[in-house]
């Protein structure tokens, strides 16, 4: 097509038998459309009056295939710098979020550390308080010099000490029930 005769023609054109992202059809569409009301906005200040619908018709078949192309580049210009910014936008949210979430993390880690601290503690005496106990038992065993025979061989003295006890016991309240029932019979005989 050589001449457009309106919007719709270009619109065609740019959006609906477009190879391209029919967005990006769109928006040089709007760009032409702007360059329009830019053209009737300069024709109202400086003739008069708004254009007729025929002066409309004769600036869409006045604009060459060129400015299809300006609108594309254009189009495509405006569209990276708005996808620019909102990745940006997406991007200095993300960094506020994480941000945010560490300082978080980090306050709950503060707020951990002294229940954990008190453990730790608790820990840490119960261990000393253990290995104090061990090193007392071997200090009484180092100091007294006992060997595990040493410590039988007492074992056996102490037995046969207490067995020897019980010998003597036993002896003694025979010897001593003897002259009970001696002294009985004494006194049954005067």
Request: aromatic share 8%; proline share 3%.
């Amino acid at each position: 097509m050589d001449k457009f005769s309106g919007p719709e023609d270009i619109f065609d054109e740019l959006v609906e038998n477009a190879d391209n992202n029919w967005l990006l059809g769109l928006v040089a569409f709007a760009v032409i459309e702007e360059q329009r009301f830019e053209w009737m906005k300069h024709q109202t200040k400086h003739n008069g009056g708004k254009p007729s619908p025929e002066d409309i018709k004769k600036w869409y078949e006045q604009q060459p295939r060129g400015v299809l192309l300006r609108a594309r580049d254009t189009a495509e210009a405006r569209l990276k710098d708005y996808s620019d910014e909102i990745i940006e936008l997406i991007m200095e949210e993300q960094r506020k979020e994480i941000e945010e979430s560490i300082i978080v993390s980090e306050i709950r880690e503060a707020k951990k550390f002294w229940p954990q601290f008190g453990v730790n503690l608790a820990g840490g005496f119960v261990s000393a308080l253990l290995f104090g106990i061990f090193l007392t038992v071997v200090a009484f065993f180092v100091i007294n010099d006992t060997s595990p025979t040493q410590i039988g061989a007492n074992l056996r003295k102490n037995i046969n000490i207490e067995e020897n006890k019980n010998d003597q016991e036993r002896s003694n309240k025979q010897t001593g029930g003897n002259s009970s029932i001696q002294g009985i019979e004494k006194s049954n005989s005067k």
